[in-house]
Nanobody
Framework: QVQLVESGGGLVQAGGSLRLSCAAP????????MGWFRQAPGKEREFVAA????????FYADSGMGRFTISRDKAKNTVYLQMNSLKPEDTAVYYC??????????????????WGQGTQVTVSS
């Protein structure tokens, strides 16, 4: 079973920054859409950002626009999420996800076949 491995979560004060990483040691995702989702307690999993393998187009949810930056290093088979100006409402478990093949970016979790275990991000006020 292919696993995505997230890292970089933690506790940060409001206004601070974190950089999440997602590595895919068992499979190459260079042609896939890779994205980030998050899930806060009692809420549904929501889209944060994604980057397409073919062409590199990027899409952000409104919640992270202007504060979050997604990028990928195909040579390292890794995708990153730089999060700046963090707010308490950004507190959630952040999940990395990937599609099995190239396609248009989707906000819908079920469009992504591969998932990581999640990394906790906690922003204190």
């Amino acid at each position: 079973q292919v696993q995505l491995v997230e890292s970089g979560g933690g506790l940060v004060q409001a206004g601070g920054s974190l950089r999440l990483s997602c590595a895919a040691p068992g499979r190459t995702f260079s042609s896939s859409v890779m994205g980030w989702f998050r899930q806060a307690p009692g809420k549904e999993r929501e889209f944060v950002a994604a980057i397409r393998g073919s062409g590199g187009s990027i899409f952000y949810a409104d919640s992270g626009m202007g504060r979050f930056t997604i990028s990928r290093d195909k040579a390292k088979n890794t995708v990153y999420l730089q999060m700046n100006s963090l707010k308490p409402e950004d507190t959630a478990v952040y999940y990395c996800a990937a599609t099995s093949a190239d396609r248009y970016i989707s906000r819908l979790p079920y469009e992504y076949e591969y998932w990581g275990q999640g990394t906790q991000v906690t922003v204190s006020s």
